[in-house]
């Protein structure tokens, strides 16, 4: 089991915007077989700041969606939205 965590900062005035784009991006993601979970969270006191937090069954499956046509659009969609480039951390199940 693959888990990130992805952190994103995005600029003000796209923040409606970038909320369309990823939660049709999380429907189309919940469709593929190598993905266990898919959420979007808004930071509650920072309504510019959101966290990815995927889970693939494996690291290829990570790297499938990458490929898959609702991500490559997303990535279009959202590349200047953000204030600043996203960071993420990987982690793995313990039990």
Do not use: C
């Not at 693959?2 to 999380?26: C, G, P, Q, T, W």
């Not at 969270?41 to 920072?46: A, M, N, S, V």
């Amino acid at each position: 089991m693959l888990i990130l965590h992805v952190f994103m900062h995005i600029k003000d005035e796209y923040v409606k915007k970038f909320r369309i784009a990823s939660l049709e991006n999380v429907e189309k993601s919940l469709e593929e077989p190598e993905v266990a979970n898919f959420e979007i969270i808004q930071q509650k006191d920072d309504s510019t700041k959101f966290l990815f937090m995927e889970r693939y069954y494996t690291e290829e499956g990570q790297l499938k969606h990458r490929e898959t046509e609702h991500f490559k659009k997303w990535k279009e969609e959202t590349k200047d939205m953000f204030a600043e480039p996203y960071t993420f951390i990987k982690y793995k199940d313990v039990n």
